[in-house]
């Protein structure tokens, strides 16, 4: 199990397990890739294999490709869901329903993320197209750890591009790339623990001066 201090309070470390988030394709042509269905099966794999704690949308595509390779090695999974009940989530969203834990949080999707987003201390992207995009948004301006899954399709291999020549932004240090879902899983725990979390929302300007955000 890789567990290692993430946060430090009144002089004791706190140990607990990462919380890894995977955000990518739901729907669409991505999740008809079988290279990409590969790497997030085998992202999900390896967050199991390494003891982390599983997180997605409680959603079908790449997401629950990674959940099912999370739950073929034991790992322990959370589903954060935009439906109001389980009932909502199986008949209204038709969202698949296997994970050890589902938190029905009534907000849809796009406060669903973000909830999503705030619980993981990472979180991973494998494909993705505007829903994604979303995700990805908000972890940056957070300053939340990201790693992306190259050549997985969507938007994975045009971040860069989003952040640097569309937005003019920097692509910040605790954002990650690689194809392989193993490397990239150990360079995301890397980030994690070099870059400390934001303890404000609007953590870019109020953590500033403790070199958080």
């Known amino acids: 199990m890789n567990a290692f201090p993430h946060n430090i309070h009144n002089g004791h470390e706190h140990f607990h397990r990462l919380k890894i988030g995977v955000m990518g ?19 999900g794999e390896e967050i199991g294999r390494r003891g982390h704690i599983f997180i997605n949308g409680a959603c079908p595509g790449l997401p629950n490709d990674a ?11 959370i589903g954060i869901s935009p439906a109001f009940s ?52 908000i972890a940056y301006d957070e300053g939340r750890p990201v790693g992306v899954i ?14 640097e020549d569309l ?18 899983l150990t360079k995301l725990e890397i ?10 929302e609007d953590g870019r300007v109020v953590d500033k001066k403790e070199g958080r955000g």
């Open 25 to 43: 394709s739901a729907s669409g042509p991505q999740t008809l890739d079988g290279a990409a269905r590969a790497k997030a099966r085998l992202l």
């Open 67 to 77: 959940l099912i390779g999370c739950k073929s090695t034991g790992g322990f999974s």
């Open 86 to 137: 389980e009932h909502q989530h199986v008949h209204d969203y038709m969202s698949p329903h296997e994970h050890d834990m589902i938190i029905f949080t009534g907000m849809g999707f796009m406060e669903r993320d973000i909830i999503n987003i705030r619980s993981s201390d990472g979180i991973v992207i494998v494909g993705g197209g505007i829903g994604t995009l979303n995700e990805m948004t």
């Open 150 to 163: 190259t050549n997985s399709g969507g938007i994975s291999n045009h971040i860069p591009h989003v952040i």
């Open 167 to 184: 937005c003019k932004r920097e692509v910040p240090p605790n954002m990650v790339f690689d194809d392989d879902p193993v490397a990239l």
């Open 191 to 200: 980030a994690i623990r070099a870059f400390p979390l934001p303890i404000n």
